[in-house]
């Protein structure tokens, strides 16, 4: 009997630091890393904020060197702020790089780094395995429990001439050091805990559905999954909570290591697209579309939305299968709107005529391809109108 050959991969950060205090290592992983002049990815809410002021005075205090700093970072990184950084890397004579942020800023860092090496222009990078070359030395220390972006070989940047979000999926792109420090985490507002939160929760439900899911990643997408449900109301109700910080940041992580192997979804592809078109936050954009896609993915993995039930707390004893896997996506449903999540994308300015360009472009987004279920062009303008 013939059997098919058909081979997976993991990635992950050489290094990943975790828990209270994680980030004060920063300065001796530049130093192991060899780097002698830093740059810092980062944007202006996090200057503002403070943490990019403490983070600069531990490394010159650790290290002796001095960090050349780059706060343009926007909340939807574009081909243009890519370039803008890279500039003022190059003209500094940088060697290793920081993204100190949430997923914009790691992602912009990603974009910065490959075309720092490599050459080019970050366009030419759209898709898997583009690069050729090594990044420079990569430091991503994470602000937010969400997007996983420092832990991923993922990076996202907007296409400036056709509003489309590039999908870059590039293991070189994978940060050398991962750091996830809940004290970092403790001043992101309410409605940034919760999308973010939303955000992490649809990595694992899309990684645990996909058709390249595996037992490793399995294993991540449901302690993710469990963590997030147990953890993201107090996580929104009480910010200053570290405790429950600190397992969101578990969480994410777990979510990310089972999507950077298992991809994700229809919903991914899908938010890109309101992304790229109206500037809206991925987090929130993924958490209003998820229970509509997920509806549509149900028949192909029944089985499998009934597991996220569980994972969820939700009692499916006696239940049949079907009955278990609607349990999950009400679930969904109650957790979003128990954080606050918009209900629908007409209240972020999504108009219906709109529709049919963003569901072509989400039928040739690279995230698409693992779906559980191969949607039509009908399909996807359909979910996308249901999600209104």
């Given at each position: ?83 803008d950084g890279l ?181 991914h592809a899908m ?83 709109d529709i049919p ?32």
């Amino acid at each position: 009997m013939a059997v098919r050959e058909q081979v997976y991969g993991f990635f992950i950060p050489t290094v990943s630091l975790m828990g209270i205090g994680a980030h004060k290592e920063i300065g001796n992983q530049i130093k192991v890393l060899g780097g002698t002049k830093p740059f810092l990815c980062t944007d202006k809410g996090i200057v503002q904020a403070g943490i990019a002021d403490e983070i600069i005075k531990m490394i010159k205090k650790d290290t002796g060197r001095d960090v050349v700093v780059f706060d343009e970072t926007v909340p939807n990184p574009t081909d243009v702020n890519v370039h803008d950084g890279l500039k003022v890397f190059q003209q500094n004579g940088c060697d290793l790089i920081i993204s100190l942020g949430g997923g914009s800023a790691h992602d912009c860092a990603k974009g910065i780094g490959i075309v720092a090496t490599n050459g080019g222009h970050i366009r030419d990078y759209e898709g898997i395995d583009k690069s050729s070359k090594a990044m420079p030395p990569f430091i991503a220390v994470n602000t937010t429990a969400g997007t996983a972006s420092e832990m991923t070989r993922f990076c996202i940047i907007t296409n400036t001439d056709t509003k489309v979000k590039m999908a870059i999926v590039d293991w070189r792109g994978t940060p050398n050091v991962a750091i996830n420090d809940p004290l970092l985490m403790l001043g992101m507002p309410p409605a940034l805990t919760a999308a973010t939160g939303m955000d992490a929760l649809t990595h694992a439900v899309e990684a645990y559905v996909s058709t390249i899911a595996t037992p490793v990643t399995d294993a991540c997408a449901l302690k993710a999954i469990q963590l997030i449900s147990e953890n993201l109301r107090a996580a929104v109700a009480n910010g200053g909570d570290v405790e429950v910080r600190d397992k969101m940041a578990y969480a994410e992580y777990l979510a990310g290591m089972a999507f950077n192997d298992a991809s994700l979804g229809h919903v991914h592809a899908m938010a890109h697209q309101l992304g790229g078109f109206y500037d809206l936050p991925h987090g929130v954009c993924n958490a209003i579309l998820l229970p509509h896609v997920e509806r549509f993915n149900m028949i192909a993995k029944m089985d499998r939305f009934a597991d996220i039930a569980a994972a969820m707390g939700e009692n499916i004893s006696g239940l049949s299968t079907r009955s278990a896997a609607e349990k999950a996506l009400e679930a969904i449903v109650t957790l979003s709107q128990d954080v606050g999540i918009p209900r629908g994308l007409r209240e972020l300015g999504v108009q219906e005529k709109d529709i049919p360009t963003m569901a072509q472009n989400a039928q040739n987004d690279a995230c698409g391809l693992t779906n559980p279920r191969c949607p039509s062009l009908e399909n996807v303008i359909q979910i996308c109108k249901n999600a209104l």
